[in-house]
């Protein structure tokens, strides 16, 4: 990787598509960046990530998992540079925090 594609947003300017892992369940992911309008007057924008997960032969997706909110901001535009900013190293973790949320809430 170099300079330019380490974050979110340089990845997917760099390479044209997002970025893909193998999370810890065995599953194929990629990310997509969402944002959505808010209730709150003060930060009445807020986003968060969804990695769809990809059959294993990448025919198609299969489920997702999702983050909670990261950012909260008074424009959609904020909120998204805010997940553009994001480390790939950080997204990997997050998109791991993600999978065990998942897999506790169906055991649980």
């Not at 769809?52 to 901001?73: C, F, L, S």
């Not at 990997?92 to 649980?108: P, T």
């Amino acid at each position: 990787m170099s300079q330019e594609d380490t974050t979110l947003g340089g990845y997917f300017s760099v390479h044209d598509r997002p970025p893909a892992w193998e999370g810890s369940d065995g599953h194929p992911y990629t990310v997509s960046l969402e944002a959505e309008k808010t209730a709150d007057l003060s930060a009445p924008w807020e986003g968060y990530l969804v990695f769809p997960r990809w059959a294993q032969n990448g025919v198609g997706v299969v489920g997702h998992v999702e983050t909670p909110t990261i950012a909260r901001d008074r424009t959609e535009d904020a909120v998204l540079a805010t997940l553009r900013d994001l480390d790939l190293h950080e997204v990997k973790e997050l998109l791991e925090r993600a999978i065990r949320v998942s897999e506790e809430s169906r055991i649980g």
